[in-house]
Every structure is written in structure tokens, then in C-alpha cells.
DNA sequence: GTGCAACATTGCAGACTATGCAATAATTGA
DNA sequence: TCAATTATTGCATAGTCTGCAATGTTGCAC
């Protein structure tokens, strides 16, 4: 929406280089193991030079991890923001990441075998996990907005609304870890969506910290 | 305790070049800049061959993140299982972690220095994440005890005290980088204690869940 | 469509990382 | 003291990654 309506020969070539240096990586991981690939053989599939290589990714393993997700937008967003779909902060979070989930929609095969890997080289989920940093800023932001909303005292300390808005975030980062690796380790009928394990996780989590409390 | 009373020459000695490894790539990765520096030069300061250098870490970040706790044993553990100090599953959690967090003292300094590191070089923070897995899986082992103490249904279901026990675990987790951050950004007067910040996060933990219920 | 500016790709050189292997040295325990 | 075990080291080698300068492509104004 904001960006470009017509993406150009330029910009179309650029994401037609970097999924097939994705791909060329995702099917040698897994036909010969990680550590049996080299840059060299990832460039002779993708059909570039192993320098060329290193314009788009900064290791292997960065080609195999994917990309961060998009900045979350649209109506969803505005929704979370005016009191969510639940009107109970964490789950409506985990919501909308579902949502968000949902959208992000790439190649299925692409997806299957980045799991695939993600379950055989679980330094690789932690990579991955890693390179969410700026969409936990992000996402924190968000949170931000909607703390504001919920209760207007937090305009006079900015301090503790984005201490208060990083822990939310954190947490709900770690109920999407889980999310993903249940994903991870579900047999793999194709057709699992991500984004209904995603809520499944979010609605137990509610009564993980509600439970304790009543017995 | 479980472990040698006398550790012998042997081990001492590796312990030692473990530290004297550390101490250098903290020294001087502060003095010029983390890409600044070879593991020639780490070498050449702690004294030992760049091959021996690779016998302790398989990485410079590895030598800077530091190792991941030790397992958590002792009495605050049993009171943990037992249905904890205040009786609420995830602030007890925490409150075990930042007993762990007050135990496992390193020097001050080095403690000092990686923090340092930690907020110049963000990366260095998701691999210390990365790193704890195994800590993770003896954290969700021990959240599974107490879950089974709570409520002895969960025999009869592994498949549900194994998802549930490990989503407590990565919550906590979440909270525990909440905590870390905070205590990294907060001003370097050196006497200001990670463990209080972690009680801190957990408390305010039990306040997001709750307080989006009652509004 | 010509031409220029912006950007992308490539090859090459060179520094650094990382591992296997075999020789040497230190520690252990009998 | 001797033999077993474990640690350290140097060397060789494969691979990663970056800077730079040359060459190719695309975008855009005219």
C-alpha cells in the first residue's frame, strides 16, 4: 500500500534473486546437511557468483532462516489497538500475530522445508528468534499504543510504559516460540496452519496464569 | 556436591584458561570493537596457541556470551516443586531463577564487562538466548513437577504437561530477557543486582495478566 | 532512443575462521 | 616410576567474508 504499486524490473529481479538463492540453500540443507554446503554450491544453484551471494545474505544461515516478518498494518492493527478482538492484552496480541501470520504467506514448499530445518538444527530457530529484534521493537510499540489507550496515566511516565510495553511484548514472544515449535513438531499433514497453533497457545495462556491463582 | 570435592590440577587448569580466555576477548572487545579483534590476539593475551583457543570456545561470541547457568538444585528447588514461595506458578518461577541468578556469582568485573558488550552489541544478547536451550529443557523438566504436584491429572497426558510445562518455561523466559534488558540499560552503578531486577519483572508479570481482566 | 546517473554483479586479493591430524607435553593413578 | 589419559600445539587445508575496482543493467530525463 505505501510502497510501490508497480515494483519494477530492478526491484522484481531482486526478489527473484534472493528466493532463488533461498530455495537453492533450503534444498541443499536438506538434500547433504548444513555443514556439507558451501556458498559456492548455493551460488552454482542459484545461478550467481559467490560474491553476489554475500549482497543479500550475510551467512548461510541467514538465507535459511527467512526474513523478519513485515511491519504489522492495517485494520487488524487498529483493532489491537482500540481494545483487540478479546479485550484481554496478551491474547489479543497473539491474535493479531496470528493474523499476521496469516497474511505472510510464501511459497508453501519454501515454508515446509524452512521447518523442516528449523526442527533439524534447532540453532537455527534460535537464529531466527534472533533476528526478530526489530520487530520486537516494533511490536513493542504497538503494545505501547494500546497501554496508552487503556489507561492515560501511562502519558506521564514514558519510562514505564515501555518497560511495561517490552515485558508484554517479551512474554508474548515466548508464547510464539512455543507456538512454533508445537508447528515444528506436528506431523507433517501439509496443511497444519501456524496461525490456528499460534492462537491454541495464546488461549492457553490465559489459564496457565489464571489457574494457579484459583486452586 | 554431586561433583568433585577436590577438583585436581588438571581441572583447575582448564578452568583457568577458560577464564583467562574470557577475560581477554571481554578486555579487548571493549578496548576496539568486537570485529576489531582476531582470535590471534585473544591468543596472544591468555596466553595459549589460537588452536587451543578453539579446544574452549567454538567462537569469539561464544567466549563473550558466557556460559549458560547450572542446573538448578538445592532446597529452593524442593520449595519450588512444592508449590513455591507465594504459590503462583510464574512469579515463583521467577523468584527461582533469580535465587539461581543470585547464587552463580562470577567476578564482578567480568559480570561488568559482558554487560557492557551486551547493550553495544544486541546480537550478543540474542546468542546468549540462543545458548540456553539446554537450560530450557531442565527449567520446563522441573515446571512439569510442580505441575504434576498441582494437579495429578496430568499423568494420565505427557503430550499436554510436556506443551503446557514448556510454555510456562518460555514465558518465563521472555520475562527473564525483560529483566536482563533492564538491568543492562539501567545506569552502570556497579552494585545494582540482576536478582531484584528479575523479581521486579516477574511481579509486574502477574499485574499485565490481571489487570486487562479487571479494567 | 541517447545518454547519464544509479545501482547490481562479478572477479580477485587478502584476512580471518575453523577443523582434522599427528606430534609433543602434562597430569593422573597405580 | 611407568603407563594411560588428556591437553596443547603446529601445520595443512577448506571455507567464510570483505573491500575494491571493473563491468553490466536499469531507470529516467530529454
Redesign the pocket.
Known amino acids: 500500500m505505501s510502497i510501490a504499486e508497480a515494483p519494477?524490473?530492478?526491484?522484481r529481479?531482486?526478489i527473484a534473486?534472493r528466493k532463488a538463492i533461498q530455495r537453492a540453500v533450503l534444498e541443499l540443507a536438506l538434500e547433504r546437511g548444513l555443514e556439507r554446503?558451501?556458498?559456492?554450491e548455493i551460488s552454482r544453484v542459484a545461478d550467481?557468483?559467490?560474491?553476489?551471494f554475500?549482497?543479500?545474505f550475510?551467512?548461510?544461515e541467514a538465507a535459511i532462516v527467512g526474513d523478519s516478518p513485515d511491519f504489522i498494518d492495517g485494520e487488524a492493527l487498529q483493532h489491537f489497538v482500540d481494545g483487540g478482538p478479546n479485550g484481554d492484552l496478551i491474547r489479543d496480541l497473539g491474535y493479531l500475530l496470528a493474523d499476521a501470520a496469516e497474511r505472510a504467506s510464501e511459497d508453501r514448499d519454501t515454508q515446509i522445508m524452512r521447518k523442516e530445518l528449523h526442527s533439524k538444527y534447532p540453532h537455527l530457530f534460535a537464529l531466527r528468534m534472533a533476528g526478530m529484534r526489530v520487530f520486537e521493537d516494533e511490536l513493542s510499540a504497538v503494545v505501547a499504543r494500546r497501554l496508552l489507550r487503556e489507561d492515560a496515566a501511562y502519558a506521564k511516565d514514558q519510562a514505564t510504559l515501555a518497560s511495561r510495553s517490552r515485558l508484554v511484548t517479551l512474554v508474548a514472544m515466548g508464547a510464539l516460540r512455543h507456538a512454533w515449535t508445537c508447528w515444528a513438531d506436528s506431523a507433517n499433514k501439509s496443511g497444519e496452519p501456524l496461525a490456528g497453533r499460534m492462537r491454541d497457545t495464546f488461549d492457553q495462556l490465559e489459564s496457565v496464569f489464571v489457574k494457579s491463582r484459583q486452586s
Open positions: 519494477g524490473l530492478r526491484e529481479k531482486r534473486t554446503v558451501t556458498i559456492e550467481i557468483s559467490p560474491r553476489t554475500f549482497n543479500y550475510v551467512s548461510k
